[in-house]
């Protein structure tokens, strides 16, 4: 099993920062991706970002490259998630993900291991 936590969501007016982090543990060896999705309210969760933990490579959703970067610490067991410039369109709970697959990352039903959320609200 792996368990995710996230941390780092709060409030935060357009055009700032926020880190967020992903804390894994368990049988994290397993995991290929890890991601980053996000839901606003009455909309489908959707993808953000990923990261391979070996290797580094990344994928990012249109609406936020540029803006946000993803990265890990393997040493660490973290995915983080920089976001810069941000909108009051990103605002959403961001969840954290894991998966074994090495395919379809950008879909929700890929993933095996989910985070709490945490809550991103970013005022106008």
């Known amino acids: 099993q792996v368990r995710l936590v996230e941390t780092g969501g709060g409030l935060v007016q357009a055009g700032g920062s926020l880190r967020l982090s992903c804390a894994a543990s368990g049988r994290t060896g397993s995991l290929y991706w890890m991601a980053w999705f996000r839901q606003a309210p009455g909309k489908e969760r959707e993808f953000v970002a990923a990261i391979t933990w070996i290797g580094g490579r990344t994928s990012y959703a249109d609406s936020v490259k540029g803006r946000f970067t993803i990265s890990r610490d393997n040493a660490k067991n973290t995915v983080y998630l920089e976001m810069l410039s941000l909108k009051p369109e990103d605002t959403a709970v961001y969840y954290c993900?894991?998966?074994?697959?090495?395919?379809?990352?950008?879909?929700?039903?890929?993933?095996?291991?989910w985070g709490q959320g945490t809550q991103v609200t970013v005022s106008s």
């Open positions: 993900a894991g998966t074994r697959r090495t395919y379809d990352y950008t879909e929700v039903r890929s993933y095996d291991y």
